[in-house]
């Protein structure tokens, strides 16, 4: 049976191959060139402004912005439009939507009928064929083009024609005290090789200080969410000893392993939440066909999460693509709009109060990863983003420039100009995303090389420094004693011992970073992973006290 089926967390900025690189920066172009606003249709005080998300000749994304510029609320809204033939919506969100012909009317959803003065909603759809402006649009009665509304409209959802099924509205769960969400990775295999368990986090403190775990992995398969690990996650046993409550397994228990471990552990922490994550960079290339019918993968997520044999379990799902029309470990060309259209289908399926979040790319460079898929479209859906905004530099290039992994802010000589914290989550802000539903993330671990002479970062190697489980990476709590940290970079840490070079983050950069996500508006922060952090949980301490 082998275990070691993931590595630590994939190199967000590891350099592809030069004909990839090159794909990818023709694909970003080509996206970039298609994005356009259409001027707002007004009627006297409403307005609708269509705006293209993306198109890739045979479909095209729309967001819909519907705003009130008068000085009185308005009490629903109904815009009516044409779109050229061949140009049919396929799904769409956050308005209910019917069809006679090529004639569509977007009728407001029931919970957002009052629209407030200076207000205004989005809701958006995903068409066929390429994108066209749409024409005969009229809004509340009168032509979208100028007018006073005689009436205002009574809002209704009684479909005229079969409807296009739409998502139920994102509930945000409640913050905890404080207001800040400390969110923390549980691996499934770490209760091998590094003899990781549930019980850990108890002893070390750390599940009082965490809001939710996200346990990972579970595999996107065939269109389908799968196990990942059937033995480790319900089929283990523990002893007294190594129980979370310090009860035995019997081996007629119809649940055991991580789940009945976690289930212990919410019953012990009733705050505490659990979200089942699915993908990550081994098995991310499952979601090029979960993508191809997004309704079908999130009804077999569903059952899965669901299941009544680990019952109360989980809160909700988590999806790690890496990545969204780009390349990871494989490469996907599922379009700008399939990220959005696999989260709206989970939305959808899982109600709004389920959890649904995800871990994105911390890719801010000018036409990099973040350029290539609409996750502003995705955030609408979901309670909270991960942009992992760690991995950017490492032993993956074995000869340097030694750099520290996880950047908070770029520095003079940085390797590569959007690769840091900063510059992936002011653009992430900058496409619509609220900076509360954003999370910062960091590592519990480090990266490093040997063969280096020079202390300062932008030093050369000869290749990956030796770890204990992968070389060029090692756990927080290794390197504190091992390599202790001899400067700071960019808002976190690194260490020249020997001929090696690493760079971590210790509790006093950690403290920098909540300081810097407080100030930034964001919603909290999350971290890889939990068995690296040392045995009295000194790490997740300074995430938390950082962040009240």
């Not at 191809?292 to 680990?310: E, H, Q």
């Not at 959808?348 to 000018?366: E, K, M, Q, R």
């Not at 950017?392 to 003079?412: D, E, V």
């Not at 040997?450 to 990956?464: E, L, M, W």
Request: charged share 15%; with cysteine; glycine share 12%.
């Amino acid at each position: 049976m082998a275990f070691a089926r993931h590595s630590a967390r994939t190199p967000a900025g590891r350099r592809r191959p030069a004909l990839l690189a090159a794909a990818l920066a023709a694909l970003a172009t080509l996206v970039a060139a298609l994005v356009v606003t259409q001027p707002a249709f007004a009627a006297g005080t409403i307005s609708a402004t269509f705006t293209s998300a993306g198109d890739w000749g045979t479909g095209h994304q729309v967001n819909v912005k519907v705003t009130n510029s008068g000085s009185a609320v308005v009490t629903g809204w109904t815009l009516e439009f044409d779109l050229p033939a061949g140009d049919t919506i396929s799904s769409s969100w956050d308005a209910d939507i019917t069809r006679t012909g090529n004639h569509y009317r977007a009728v407001n959803k029931s919970w957002a009928a009052n629209l407030a003065a200076g207000a205004s909603q989005t809701w958006g759809y995903i068409a066929t064929g390429p994108f066209a402006t749409p024409t005969a649009c009229t809004i509340n009665g009168v032509a979208c083009t100028g007018g006073t509304p005689t009436s205002t409209p009574t809002p209704t959802t009684t479909p005229t024609s079969t409807p296009t099924p739409t998502p139920t509205p994102t509930t945000t769960t409640p913050p905890p005290p404080g207001g800040k969400k400390v969110v923390g990775y549980f691996t499934e295999w770490g209760v091998y090789g590094r003899n990781y368990h549930v019980k850990n986090i108890e002893t070390s403190g750390s599940a009082a200080k965490l809001t939710t775990i996200v346990y990972a992995f579970g595999n996107p398969a065939n269109g389908q969410c799968a196990v990942g690990d059937s033995y480790a996650d319900y089929d283990k046993a523990y002893t007294a000893a190594d129980s979370v409550d310090g009860v035995a397994d019997t081996w007629d228990q119809p649940l055991r392993g991580n789940f009945n471990q976690l289930k212990k552990l919410k019953a012990m922490h009733p705050g505490l939440k659990v979200v089942w994550s699915f993908g990550g960079w081994t098995w991310s290339s499952g979601f090029t066909q979960a993508a191809a019918n997004p309704t079908a993968f999130a009804t077999s997520c569903y059952n899965l999460v669901n299941d009544p044999r680990w019952a109360g379990v989980f809160d909700g799902i988590d999806i790690d693509w890496e990545y969204p029309n780009a390349c990871g470990l494989q490469c996907d060309s599922s379009g700008p709009a399939a990220f959005t259209a696999v989260v709206t289908a989970l939305r959808t399926t899982f109600g709004s109060s389920a959890l649904v979040t995800a871990a994105i790319t911390a890719d801010g460079s000018s036409g990099g990863k973040i350029d290539l898929a609409d996750y502003a479209g995705g955030a609408q859906k979901l309670d909270w983003i991960m942009p992992m905004t760690y991995d950017y530099f490492g032993a993956f290039n074995p000869t340097g420039p030694t750099a520290p992994h996880s950047p908070l802010t770029s520095y003079p000589g940085i390797p590569q100009q959007g690769f840091d914290s900063e510059d992936a989550i002011t653009k992430l802000i900058g496409k619509g995303i609220p900076a509360n539903k954003i999370l910062l993330g960091v590592g519990f671990y480090g990266r490093g090389w040997t063969g280096v002479t020079q202390s300062a970062p932008g030093g050369s190697a000869s290749g990956a420094a030796p770890g204990t489980y992968e070389a060029g990476i090692e756990d927080y709590k290794v390197l504190k004693t091992r390599c202790p940290a001899t400067g700071t970079v960019g808002g976190t840490a690194y260490a020249k011992c020997g001929s090696e070079w690493w760079s971590y983050d210790t509790p006093s950069t950690l403290a920098g970073k909540m300081t810097w996500a407080k100030n930034k508006g964001l919603g909290g922060t999350f971290f890889w992973e939990l068995s690296g952090d040392t045995s009295n949980g000194e790490l997740i301490s300074s995430l938390s006290n950082g962040l009240r």
